[in-house]
């Protein structure tokens, strides 16, 4: 089924599925029984108070939108919903929880928010991309082929989430919180890997 407004639907008669859809800020929509989002374009929607939660997207954008303390993921014993070629395009995102879910080629760009919670996640090919993250936690995940560029990561919680291979040299990591099986292998630049010798315990001797 096709169409062009959420408005046009009538919530009592949705199963689980949303597909080819445009949500706009006008939308008041309960998602409390959806489970899949597909093919779908939400614009100034905000969905703080409307129970967008445990709902796995594929080809969907999200522009503009306030993503404001929801948890995407409520359930401790659902295995996480996944988010497969999605863009989070100048969202909000202040206490947004992403805890348990599952990232294939996602974009999060001129994204802004604190204390967005990444911990116990999957990410493959997912893009962070002139966002401001202040207090951002990223642990206890797998990522593989991540790009992070231009971004403000201050106060950043990485742990037990390994890094290797990727380039941190265009963000900010200032105040970040890490361990050593996090940042080994990542790239910085000097004045990030001073800081880092000091977590470290290292003393760097001027000559």
């Known amino acids: 089924m096709r169409v062009d407004s959420l408005r046009s639907l009538d919530s009592e008669h949705i199963e689980d599925t949303l597909e080819y859809i ?29 129970h967008f939660q445990n709902i796995s997207c594929y080809d969907v954008v999200f522009k503009n939108c306030d993503f404001s303390n929801v948890v995407w993921n409520t359930d401790a014993e659902f ?10 395009d100048n969202c909000k995102m202040v206490g947004t929880d992403f805890g348990m879910t599952a990232f294939k080629k996602v974009t999060f760009q001129n994204c802004v928010g604190r204390y967005v919670n990444f911990s116990f996640t999957t990410m493959k090919e997912v893009k962070l991309l002139n966002c401001s993250f202040q207090n951002m936690i990223l642990q206890d995940s797998t990522c593989k082929k991540i790009l992070l560029q231009e971004n403000e990561l201050l106060e950043l919680e990485l742990l037990h989430t390994s890094l ?4 941190m040299s265009s963000n900010q990591i200032d105040g970040l919180k890490t361990d050593l099986e996090s940042i080994q292998g990542m790239i910085v630049n000097p ?16 000559l």
């Open 164 to 167: 290797k291979d990727v380039d």
């Open 191 to 206: 004045e990030q890997a001073l800081h880092l010798s000091k977590l470290l315990g290292i003393v760097v001797k001027d």
């Open 22 to 50: 445009k949500v706009t800020e006008q939308d008041q929509f309960d998602y409390s029984n959806i489970t899949e989002c597909n093919h779908c374009y939400f614009e100034k929607a905000t969905l703080t108070d409307l």
């Open 79 to 88: 295995a996480g919903p996944v988010l497969h070629q999605v863009t989070f």
